[in-house]
């Protein structure tokens, strides 16, 4: 790991991944072959399909059995990209999922019977449509994914609460973000870091989590960083060119890629009762500059880097989204989950990603999902 922290989370001197820019990215594009392509794109078949050698301490393996985390019944409390894929993962072992949203998914209802899909249940509070206690019967696992209100009020514990506490899980998963810890200008944080949430919608976020941490439901609360995985890497808008490359010195971007979440957060759950940390950072093992991403995508897909373009030059022209996102820069510490608690990252950088990602964005297997998402 470049610039790994030390026990305190502090980072070690010669750290360099904020030195890293365009033109290193741009250098490390050019260097590269044609043959590194078709190996990574070969390899990536492997990890797509879950056939490599290199995935988890086995929570993701297709060969993993039936239902091997002895779940009675799952809740994935909304239907977005983490939770659908969560769900979907379970499903296709054998447990049986419920998946929640507002709208009812396009297309053939996922609970039609399919033994790989997760069954669909509408949940919209602000409609007045809630889950009953005969809808979750038997639940004996929750997820939570669905973001707080605004103002930090959680809709989950708002409107199920009490159906929740009547359930009695023996486990309850809350999908957080490292964004509760706010800037600290590239600095590294673990679970023992402060927490002093610069955006609002990150302040609204630690709220939750000491709403269901208060609930006496038995909570995980999972911190993460940038979610990526397949649909959500920067390959279509480099062929579509409209990808940009931005360099902002000393900016660095945590990340995690969305079967990590699903394999972190399976691992977390089977540990035993004494084991499990309250709170848990999921993310891989290189924080690094988005143009260094960038030219390792455009490496991949071929195709050269846009031009590059200065932050003080397009801040102007970003969305206030897109500025809040750049307007922040720390490093999220994942040891707790790799070392201490022994899960083996899938993905350990976004170059494994993203090789696995393109594989399977080629295959044809990421509309097919994000069509049916429920809303």
């Given at each position: 790991?470049?610039?790994s922290?030390?026990?305190?989370?502090?980072?070690?001197?010669?750290?360099?991944?904020?030195?890293q820019?365009?033109?290193?990215?741009?250098?490390?594009m050019?260097?590269?072959?044609?043959?590194?392509r078709?190996?990574?794109r070969?390899?990536?078949?492997?990890?797509a399909?879950?056939?490599g050698?290199?995935?988890?301490?086995g929570?993701?393996?297709?060969?993993?059995g039936v239902?091997?985390?002895g779940?009675?019944r799952l809740l994935?409390?909304?239907?977005?990209?983490?939770?659908?894929?969560?769900?979907s993962?379970?499903?296709?072992h054998?447990?049986p999922?419920?998946?929640?949203g507002r709208?009812e998914?396009?297309?053939?209802?996922?609970?039609d019977?399919?033994?790989s899909t997760?069954?669909?249940?509408?949940?919209?509070g602000?409609?007045?449509?809630v889950?009953?206690?005969?809808?979750?019967?038997g639940?004996?696992?929750v997820?939570?994914?669905?973001p707080?209100d605004p103002?930090?009020?959680d809709?989950?514990?708002?409107?199920?609460?009490?159906?929740?506490?009547?359930l009695?899980?023996?486990w309850?998963?809350y999908?957080?973000?490292?964004?509760?810890?706010?800037d600290?200008?590239?600095?590294?944080?673990?679970e023992?870091?402060?927490?002093?949430?610069g955006l609002?919608?990150?302040?609204?976020?630690?709220?939750?989590?000491?709403?269901w941490?208060?609930s006496?439901?038995?909570?995980?609360?999972f911190r993460?960083?940038?979610?990526?995985g397949?649909?959500?890497?920067p390959?279509?808008?480099?062929?579509?060119g409209e990808?940009?490359l931005i360099h902002?010195?000393?900016?660095?971007?945590?990340?995690?890629?969305?079967d990590?979440i699903?394999?972190?957060?399976?691992?977390?759950?089977?540990?035993?009762?004494?084991?499990q940390?309250?709170?848990?950072?999921?993310?891989?093992?290189q924080?690094c500059?988005?143009?260094?991403t960038l030219?390792?995508a455009?490496?991949?897909?071929?195709?050269?880097?846009?031009p590059?373009?200065?932050?003080?030059?397009?801040a102007?022209?970003?969305?206030?989204m897109?500025?809040?996102?750049?307007?922040e820069?720390?490093?999220?510490?994942?040891?707790?989950?790799?070392e201490?608690?022994?899960?083996r990252?899938?993905y350990p950088?976004?170059?494994e990603?993203?090789r696995?990602c393109?594989?399977?964005?080629?295959?044809?297997?990421?509309?097919?999902?994000?069509?049916?998402?429920?809303?």
């Open positions: 790991m470049v610039g922290p030390d026990a305190r989370g502090r980072s070690r001197a010669g750290d360099g991944v904020e030195r820019g365009a033109a290193g990215a741009d250098s490390r050019d260097r590269a072959r044609e043959g590194d078709g190996r990574a070969e390899g990536a078949k492997e990890e399909t879950g056939t050698a290199n995935s988890d301490t929570v993701l393996t297709t060969g993993a239902n091997p985390w779940i009675a994935v409390l909304g239907g977005g990209y983490s939770g659908r894929r969560f769900a993962h379970l499903a296709a054998g447990v999922a419920l998946l929640t709208q998914p396009s297309g053939a209802d996922p609970a019977g399919a033994p997760p069954a669909w249940l509408r949940f919209d602000a409609a007045g449509v889950p009953s206690s005969v809808d979750l019967a639940v004996s696992h997820l939570v994914t669905i707080p103002d930090g009020g809709p989950v514990l708002r409107h199920l609460g009490e159906v929740l506490q009547a009695r899980p023996a309850v998963g999908l957080s973000t490292t964004g509760v810890y706010g600290t200008g590239g600095a590294w944080v673990n023992n870091s402060p927490t002093n949430p609002g919608r990150s302040a609204a976020r630690l709220a939750s989590e000491r709403a941490r208060a006496g439901l038995p909570v995980q609360v993460l960083p940038a979610i990526y397949p649909g959500r890497t390959f279509a808008s480099l062929r579509r990808a940009r902002k010195p000393g900016q660095v971007f945590s990340r995690i890629h969305v990590d699903v394999g972190g957060v399976l691992h977390a759950l089977t540990l035993p009762p004494d084991l940390p309250d709170t848990l950072i999921l993310a891989d093992a924080p500059p988005s143009s260094e030219g390792y455009a490496h991949l897909l071929g195709l050269p880097l846009p590059l373009q200065r932050w003080e030059q397009v102007p022209s970003l969305s206030p897109a500025r809040s996102f750049w307007g820069n720390r490093r999220a510490d994942s040891r707790l989950l790799r201490t608690l022994g899960y990252l899938r950088t976004y170059r990603g993203y696995a393109l594989a399977e964005e080629s295959c044809g297997r990421v509309e097919a999902t994000l069509n049916a998402r429920p809303g």
